[in-house]
Structures are given as structure tokens and as C-alpha cells.
């Protein structure tokens, strides 16, 4: 058995939290499993960590959070606080049963407070539920900047022309998954970078939604996405009379638009109609891939920003509808390029 280094002791932290990747997890439980040091302290961690199952998340700032994590992070790799010593003691105490059994809780909370340094309990449990949505926004940007490269490869090998498909003006947009030889979906044109091999099928599907669908069937039989699971983002659909009037970073994907959500929801048949009335909810309302904090945005330089508004710049324009547009039947198209809208 060889002593645990600091990288493995914040390994271990981090996996108690939830907070780690499938790939850092799977590190992790090999680490517990062979050796007997890391097991034990991982069973320390997490008994002293089960009073804050007890505790309701709330919003909370993220500078707080930040902190949070900052000072946790650091109580464990400076070495200010003797973690595995702090546990052992309260391990220590517990087993003496008596006294010391009855207060063992207030001990273990005692050493959270301790790891956390000042920072209330509460804002532990908030700041490591903040963590958890950063890991996920975080691969969700790693994600879109690959799809960037996929078009930036596609646009080498023809002509620096984006993706596109001949559609006929009025064709349904919303219609994801319809097979036909007419090309009517939004998302038939990024379907040729999975067809052509640039991508693959689930590059299109935000890590944080945690699909439970795996693409098997051969991208050449299909004439666009199987169905509206194979792709959590939504795309810009152009003006068709475009003058030139292309804003310099020009968004071009983003997290999935919450307007058109629920309606696609209740009518998944893409030989259905689509009949969106815009309300006040529906306005004011972010992406739900990533719990409605904001939604992540592909812009045409190759650059992702994650926004907690629905603009993309000074503009204030609604990246999710159109201006002045308050009915949706999804046929419509933008009047200019000036006019962002991502659509399914």
C-alpha cells in the first residue's frame, strides 16, 4: 500500500461531492478498491458529509459558490486542515459508543465546518450543486466546440460553404425525424456532417440532458436524425434574402430553444402540425438542458459562451424567436440575418 498523493486525496474529495466525470469516478473507485487507505477515507468522508442530506438545495450566488469550492479544495490539498486525522478522531469517538455516540452528528457536521472554513453548511451543499451544473455546462462547451470543427472541416472540402440543403420556402422546419426525400427539417443540413462522417450521431446531444438513447443503425439510411432524442441543440435557421447584413459573430448553435419544447413534445408525429402562441413564459424562460441557468452558444469565430439571457449581444435580440413574431406554426424564417433564430 503506497501513501495517497494530494492529486488522489482531491480525487477521492471531489467523487464524495458527485462531482467527478465517468472516466474520474472510474478512477476513483479503483483507487478505493486497492487500497485500503483511500477506502477508508472515502467512508469518512462520506459519513461526515450525511448531515447535509438532510438540507433542501437553493439557488445560490455563484460567487459564493466559487468560494466555496475554493476553500474546501484547499483545506484538502494545503494541508491546513489534517483531514484524514479530523475523521479519524470522529471515527475514534463514534465506535466509544456512550457520550460520544450521541453527539457523534453534531461532530461530524462540526468537521464539514471545519473543511469549509467560515462558509455555512448550507452554502457547502449549494456550492457542490453548482459544481455538478458547472461540470456539465463545461462538457456542454468542450461538445459545441468539436461541432464547430466538424463544420469547420465540412467548410474545407466545399468551398467555405456551411452545411445546407435545398429546402422549398414554407417547408416545416420543426419536422425532425421525417424521412422523406423532401428536405424539410432544421436539422437535415447538420445532419450531413453525421452522414458524411464529420461528426457523429450523439456529438448533437448535450452531455448534461443524459440521453438514454445510443445511435446503432448506419447514418447512410437516414435522410436526417432518427427522431427529436438524437439532438438536444437547436440551430440557426437563415434569411433567405440575405444582403450582406451578417453580424460579425453571428450565433449559430445553442442549447436547446425552450419555446418550441413542450410543443414538440405533445406532438412527436412529424406528420403533425405545430401551433406555438408565444406567452410570457415562454419568453422569459432558458434552455431546460442545463436546468434553465442559461444555455450554451456557438458562435460563427469558433468561440461558446454560456448565457444566462437569451441575447447574445447589445442588441437585446431574442436568439429564440423572432422579432415581433408572437405565433409560430414553424414555417416561418427571419426577414435578415440581423434577426437571430435557432430553432429545433
Sequence with gaps: MTR????????LFDYCLGITSE????????????DDEAARLVASIKASLSPLDAITPEECPEELAEGTI????????????????????????????????SVFGRLATAAVFIIVGTTAITGFKMASTYAHHRYWQTQCEGQLAGLFG???????DNNNQMPNIAAVPGSPWWKVGYQGPENVSNTRRMWLLVRQKYAKP????????????TFQCEPKDYNDFPNRNYVTYSFRIGCP?????????????????????KALQSAPNPDGK?????????????????????????????????????????????????????????????????DAFLAP
Design 150 to 156: 466538424a463544420i469547420s472541416n465540412y467548410r474545407a
Design 70 to 101: 475554493w476553500r474546501a479544495q484547499q483545506a484538502v490539498r494545503t494541508g491546513k486542515v489534517q483531514l484524514e486525522q479530523l475523521l479519524a478522531a470522529e471515527q475514534h469517538r463514534k465506535a466509544e459508543g456512550g457520550f460520544w455516540r
Design 202 to 213: 450523439n456529438d448533437f446531444i448535450c452531455p448534461a440532458t443524459k440521453p438514454d438513447c
Design 241 to 261: 434574402k440575405s444582403a450582406g447584413d451578417t453580424p460579425a459573430r453571428r450565433v449559430i448553435i445553442a442549447d436547446l430553444s425552450p419555446v418550441f419544447e
Design 274 to 338: 405545430l401551433i406555438v402562441k408565444i406567452s410570457d413564459e415562454l419568453l422569459n424562460i432558458n434552455s431546460s438542458n442545463h436546468t434553465g441557468r442559461g444555455q450554451n452558444v456557438l458562435f460563427c469565430d469558433g468561440s461558446v459562451k454560456f448565457l444566462k439571457a437569451r441575447h447574445a449581444d447589445i442588441s437585446l435580440d431574442d436568439i429564440f424567436t423572432l422579432r415581433d413574431k408572437m405565433t409560430y406554426e414553424g414555417t416561418e424564417l427571419p426577414s435578415s440575418e440581423s
Design 23 to 34: 472516466q474520474e469516478s472510474a478512477l476513483a473507485q479503483e483507487i478505493i478498491f486497492s
Design 4 to 11: 495517497l498523493t494530494e492529486q488522489q486525496k482531491q480525487l
